[in-house]
């Protein structure tokens, strides 16, 4: 059988198709898929029958061939399947520690805000909680600009003692 020759691949097409379907039909489950798995079959035939010696029927052959495309379709289904679960495995123990991680940092923070004197933790909430600028401050509170920038240098001064490395992090985080 000449394989070159496009009318025997015509022929072997028009003879087979429709069964070569339904055949890789068993497989996957999945009309289009079939026929999208054949069309590659015969593409392939097509393109390296110059290459292709067949020892038994040619029917034989092309149902070999669709059922290794079948199975190896189904095979790489299976991997990606694999591979999409280790991922979300990953993500979620990832977004797991995360909180865990934020909820511990949320925790030392409210601490140290708590070691701030009243006056101070409040301009220091307004400006980064609140996002007020200093002049805003002073003016809601009553009290000079000085005092503000003041107030906010103790608070950034005893916040960096009870955080230590936290607080780039923090503040990278009330940000968003």
Known sequence: MNLTDERVISALFQEHYQSLVSFTFQYVR?????????QEVFAKLWADGYKIKIQTSAKSYLLGAVRNAALNYLKHVK??????QHQMYVASNDEIQDFLEYDELKLKLEHALKQLPEKCREIFELSRFE??????????????????????????????????????????????
Do not use: C, H, W
């Open 131 to 176: 996002e007020k600028r200093y002049k805003e401050i002073a003016n809601e509170l009553g009290i000079s600009l000085k005092t503000v920038e003041n107030q906010m240098g103790k608070a950034l001064k005893i916040l960096r003692q009870e955080l230590g490395d936290y607080l780039p992090i923090l503040f990278f985080l009330m940000m968003r």
């Open 79 to 84: 991997v990606q399947n694999t591979y999409a």
């Open 30 to 38: 999945d009309k289009d898929l079939s026929e999208e798995l054949v």
